[in-house]
């Protein structure tokens, strides 16, 4: 059974930094063609994807939050880490992790399993 | 970056009812489309991928097709537990992105 679990602050003041947690289980970074991403949805808004780490440590980056965020991975305890930097209230939102599954190369792949969510809020 | 628009924004159906959601991409994007399910409070569920590869486990009243840069999602014989919002996603190219949602409400 795959499942992923987001964890972090519920409440940022504006100016820190957010660091995000995916813990998950039931697949492993080290397969070929699995990765982590990580997807928001501001509150009455669409969602937006963000950043993702494949098993082969290659990674990408919004390009309108690329300068604020940093993606890890540490496979032997099955988690990711997603940091945001000058957290701004417009960075209010629920935070998804997935699982993702390529299919070729780059850009091809897709949110197969996702986790429940954790909303933060970023206010003073 | 590829916008995606999908409509109706909101649905009325019955059960038994077929619905139809419609997701526009603004330029090719061949058949790199996912749809994902989303009830509040659980976690958002992939449909279909590859435009109309359904999801294994997923039920077969689900489909999805292609016509250029229109895409679509039916639900054939609507169920109580298909009352959702639904989202479309563009994979073909970076960044990934998401349509706004369709609800689909009793």
């Known amino acids: 059974q795959i499942t992923l679990k987001e964890s972090g602050p519920t409440l940022v003041k504006p100016t820190q930094t957010l660091t995000l947690t995916c813990t998950f289980s039931g697949f492993s970074l080290s397969t070929s063609g699995v990765g982590v991403g990580w997807i928001r949805q501001p509150p009455g808004k669409a969602l937006e994807w963000l950043a993702d780490?494949?098993?082969?440590?290659?990674?990408?980056?919004s390009p309108s939050l690329e300068n604020r965020l940093t993606i890890t991975k540490d496979t032997s305890k099955n988690l990711v880490v997603l940091t945001m930097t000058n957290i701004d209230p417009v960075d209010t939102a629920t935070y998804y992790c997935?699982?993702?599954?390529?299919f070729g190369s780059g850009s091809h792949y897709y949110f197969d399993y996702w986790g429940l969510g954790t909303l933060v809020t970023a206010s003073s | 970056d590829v916008q995606m628009t999908q409509s109706p924004s909101s649905v009325s159906a019955s059960v038994g009812d077929r619905v139809t959601i419609t997701c526009r991409a603004s330029?090719?994007?061949?058949?790199?489309l996912a749809w994902y399910q989303h009830k509040p409070g659980r976690a958002p569920k992939l449909l279909i991928y590859?435009?109309?590869t359904l999801q294994w486990g997923v039920p077969s009243r689900f489909s999805g097709g292609r016509s250029g840069t229109d895409f679509t999602l039916t639900i054939s014989d609507l169920q109580p537990e298909d009352f959702a919002i639904y989202y479309c996603?563009?994979?073909?190219?970076?960044?990934?992105?998401f349509g706004p949602g369709t609800q689909v409400d009793i």
């Open positions: 780490i494949s098993w082969d440590d290659v990674k990408h980056y």
């Open positions: 330029q090719v994007i061949y058949s790199w």
């Open positions: 996603q563009q994979a073909n190219s970076f960044p990934h992105t």
């Open positions: 997935s699982k993702t599954t390529l």
């Open positions: 590859g435009a109309s």
